[in-house]
């Protein structure tokens, strides 16, 4: 029977549809399989995973006997520069090259710009490689995650590492500016630091940060392997590629009490600070 790999990195179908994992399975063949190691320290079942298209996790998912695919968050059908889209859902059917088969349903929704409800119960909430794209207002991800979890839910975010060496300012993506497809960039790097700070205020206690480099890396980078083994905090934030951030639901939130640090001081953030008077919000 293939393995696991060959299901990242080959084909796997879609309602009937053959998908190919190509260059996109290789390059995250390394962090798909520590991503599904972490989820089972965190003794995750029940997974809603926030953006699945291509598809690759999820097959990994699904693959993997430990781990049920309970929704997934995907909005493929939007182009160019999306803002509020209707909230519909759609079941879609996944086997894999091994035989497995699984339905779940497909959530489609801008999740940066709409709070939704879901009739699933997840016990543990995946974004990985997301927040990083997001335009508009992080914080709605995570109030998201918040709204589906049941207290002592479990969150775990992967982001790339915004204070590594290769970015000294620690602030911008070296990502190019424009590409056809809003989301198909990185909008804004983290730091540790920030992403923990961000997460926190949604309600969530931080169990952990850590830092890896989950990625063949190649050219002057290799460096960053033998270095990031190195002892101290310092060390590992400028020669690792990647955050992990994992964290469990302390507390239903629905709005930030404050701005996250990582937030341009400005009062034009929505589901920030008290409820307006009347109950209106901006939303």
């Known amino acids: 029977m293939p393995s696991e790999t060959a299901s990242r990195n080959g084909l796997f179908w879609i309602d009937g549809r053959a998908v190919e994992a190509g260059h996109y399975g ?50 493929e059908e939007v182009t160019q520069w999306p803002d509020e889209i209707p909230v519909s859902k759609r079941v879609l059917h996944l086997r894999t090259r091994s035989g497995r088969e699984q339905s779940f349903p497909n ?35 995570f109030l998201n995650a918040n709204r589906w979890l049941a207290v002592g839910g479990k969150l775990l975010v992967s982001t790339p590492n915004g204070a590594q060496l290769s970015n000294p300012l620690r602030r911008r993506s070296p990502t190019a500016s424009y590409r056809s497809h809003v989301y198909e960039r990185h909008s804004y790097l983290f730091t540790g630091e920030g992403l923990v700070d961000l997460i926190g205020l949604c309600g969530f206690r931080v169990t952990a940060c850590e830092y890896s480099n989950p990625y063949r890396l190649t050219g002057r980078q290799r460096i960053y392997r033998w270095f990031s083994r190195l002892p101290g905090r310092a060390v590992r934030e400028l020669f690792n590629t990647t955050i992990v951030v994992t964290a469990e639901k302390q507390a239903d ?31």
């Open 26 to 75: 290789s390059y995250h063949e390394i962090r798909i399989g520590a991503t599904l190691e972490r989820l089972a320290r965190l003794g995750a079942r029940r997974v809603v995973e926030v953006g699945a298209h291509p598809w690759v996790m999820t097959a990994a998912l699904v693959d993997d006997t430990r781990f049920e695919v309970c929704a997934t968050i995907s909005a």
């Open 107 to 141: 959530y489609s929704a801008n999740i940066e710009r709409t709070l939704l409800d879901l009739p699933e119960r997840p016990d543990t909430v995946l974004a990985c490689e997301i927040v990083e794209h997001l335009v508009r207002a992080p914080h709605l991800l």
């Open 253 to 283: 939130v629905r709005r930030l009490e404050r701005l996250p640090r990582v937030y341009h001081p400005s009062e034009d953030w929505e589901w920030v600070g008290p409820p307006q008077p009347g109950g209106a919000s901006r939303s």
